[in-house]
């Protein structure tokens, strides 16, 4: 977190050192990632549409809607243009990214 009474010396002509910031936070390893997975209601969620990350949880007007709206639209034509192409390194990094980022929200839930 950073220190906003961090004292900085004025006379500095180098860069400021970086412990005016802690980096107390944790971050999900795979095994964890894959124990949430585990869960069958859970794996299928982070598979379906409700497992995309988007910009607004809870869209409360058109723009917020619209930008959503963009990404499921940005993430359905790049599997289209991975399954036509036959891509399928493309295909299993979406897929898995999808469902390793749900994963990880729900782990930052619980944790």
């Known amino acids: 977190m950073l220190n906003y009474n961090y004292p900085d010396d004025p006379n500095r002509v180098g860069c400021p050192d970086d412990s005016c910031v802690s980096d107390n936070t944790r971050i999900a390893t795979t095994p964890e990632l894959l124990a949430i997975l585990d869960c069958d209601i859970i794996f299928w969620e982070a598979y379906s549409a409700d497992g995309l990350v988007l910009p607004f949880s809870s869209p409360r007007n058109d723009y917020q809607q619209s930008r959503n709206r963009a990404v499921e ?32 929200g729900i782990w930052a839930i619980r944790s």
């Open 73 to 104: 639209k940005g993430f359905e034509d790049t599997i289209r243009s991975a399954i036509a192409t036959q891509d399928y390194e493309t295909l299993g990094r979406l897929v898995s990214a999808q469902m390793q980022d749900y994963a990880a």
